[in-house]
């Protein structure tokens, strides 16, 4: 039941945050900004400093207002680690299907990466809840329109590419959320502590993911 609501609550938000190699003490605060604006899907990829320990204090400070996981998630080692520290999904940028498998055993959410249709097909048959497509950027937008006619009942999430400019496209041609990084989690603006820009950023985004489903 837990899964599906978050999974539910991950479709409704429309982005992943990817948080990357953040430094430490400008995580929280990072975190603080992106959840009062209203992005509450977030994801610690697990090359970032402590990341399993990090992954388990966001939890714990967030973990009823915001759903904190891992992202590349490469092996089995990684992703063990990451769902001992409470990761509520499981981002990963290639398919293992010893991982997906036991993502699903620990009843979070799975999200490998693919992105031909055998690939996708044979992520969702192990038990994928979503893919990611990636890299997105290598075949943009109307990838994911082709995509739609046969394989619509697989959600998508496309990353790595994804921007201010091609999210509402992303969003109209079928994607039920998209997964963001550097155009969103700004490195200058961190260093600097300027929230305010992160804010910017997150509503801007979010303004064009509800533009992409047509809401007002």
Do not use: W
Not at 116 to 133: F, L, N, R, S, Y
Not at 140 to 146: H, I, Q
């Amino acid at each position: 039941m837990e899964k599906s609501k978050n999974l539910e609550m991950l479709k409704q938000t429309g982005m992943i945050a990817v948080l990357r190699r953040v430094p430490k003490e400008r995580l929280f605060p990072l975190v603080d900004t992106l959840i009062s604006s209203g992005v509450n899907v977030l994801e610690l990829t697990v090359d970032s400093e402590d990341a399993f320990k990090s992954i388990q204090q966001l939890n714990k400070q967030y973990g009823d207002r915001a759903l904190v996981g891992a992202g590349t998630v490469v092996s089995i080692d990684e992703a063990q680690q990451a769902l001992e520290a409470g990761s509520k999904f499981i981002f990963s940028p290639s398919y293992n299907e010893e991982v997906v498998r036991l993502t699903n055993q620990s009843n979070a959410i799975s999200i490998p990466g693919v992105l031909t249709p055998t690939e996708i097909v044979q992520a969702h048959h192990t038990g994928a809840d979503a893919v990611k497509i990636f890299p997105a950027s290598a075949v943009g937008p109307s990838y994911l329109k082709d995509l739609k006619g046969p394989l619509g009942h697989i959600p998508m999430i496309p990353t790595g590419g994804v921007d201010i400019e091609n999210t509402a496209a992303y969003i109209k041609n079928g994607a039920v959320a998209v997964g963001v990084g550097g155009s969103l989690i700004d490195r200058e603006a961190i260093q600097q502590s300027d929230m305010e820009k992160i804010k910017e950023k997150a509503s801007a985004f979010l303004s064009e993911i509800r533009n992409g489903r047509g809401v007002e």
